[in-house]
T-cell receptor, first 117, second 109 residues
Framework: GAVVSQHPSWVICKSGTSVKIECRSL??????MFWYRQFPKQSLMLMAT?????????EQGVEKDKFLINHASLTLSTLTVTSAHPEDSSFYIC?????????????FGDGTRLSIL | GQNIDQPTEMTATEGAIVQINCTYQ??????LFWYQQHAGEAPTFLSY??LDGLEEKGRFSSFLSRSKGYSYLLLKELQMKDSASYLC??????????WGAGTKLIIKP
């Protein structure tokens, strides 16, 4: 159980393009999902917490107008990187936490490797 | 501030045992998690501790001492496939997950 699906796995596109990444919880409902970014050989960095039916909560230093998050249903959150530039190239990973007493682990999607040319 | 410390890198031999330590200072505590992350892949959940003591799952065990703000992940009978980064994470009083930087474990034949 607790499967999270992320799509696409790889994206290569030109500078200035907007890219949408989808994150789905397949066998549970997730009121909260999380978006992370990880540069090569660096730590996992939380970008934002996605809340179903309300605005996302962004971490300090993350531009909310550049990284648009939509959590329209209990099983789907999307991250759109708007007008992507080469410095946005990174590994983007989503996670979701099954409902419970707060003792549930976050389960991760397989990640999206984004390369901006 | 909130802080989680774990060694940056460790090396061990195939078939041996290795212990990866994690110390934390957080505002409140609602559980500690260990994750494994292979290079180029997303993290996968390994273990959860909320009470003091040892939790065993096959070759992997995780220990917690809340009074010391300390945990370790013990890996036995090491295999080459265990080469990965191991991430320690703690839920604080707001149930926010605070991540350590990870320990890169290198297994040598």
């Amino acid at each position: 159980g607790a499967v999270v699906s992320q799509h696409p796995s790889w994206v290569i596109c030109k500078s200035g393009t907007s890219v949408k990444i989808e994150c789905r919880s397949l066998d549970f409902q997730a009121t909260t999902m999380f978006w992370y970014r990880q540069f090569p050989k660096q730590s996992l960095m939380l970008m934002a917490t996605s809340n179903e039916g309300s605005k996302a909560t962004y971490e300090q230093g993350v531009e909310k107008d550049k990284f648009l998050i939509n959590h329209a249903s209990l099983t789907l959150s999307t991250l759109t990187v708007t007008s992507a530039h080469p410095e946005d190239s990174s590994f983007y990973i989503c996670s979701a936490e099954p409902p419970g007493q707060g003792n549930q682990p976050q389960h991760f999607g397989d990640g999206t490797r984004l390369s901006i040319l | 501030g909130q802080n989680i410390d774990q060694p940056t890198e460790m090396t061990a031999t195939e078939g041996a045992i290795v212990q990866i330590n994690c110390t934390y200072q957080t505002s409140g505590f609602n559980g500690l998690f260990w994750y494994q992350q292979h290079a180029g892949e997303a993290p996968t959940f390994l273990s959860y501790n909320v009470l003091d003591g040892l939790e065993e799952k096959g070759r992997f065990s995780s220990f917690l001492s809340r009074s010391k703000g300390y945990s370790y992940l013990l890996l036995k009978e090491l295999q080459m496939k265990d080469s990965a980064s191991y991430l320690c994470a703690v839920k604080d009083s707001n149930y926010q997950l605070i991540w350590g930087a990870g320990t890169k474990l290198i297994i040598k034949p």
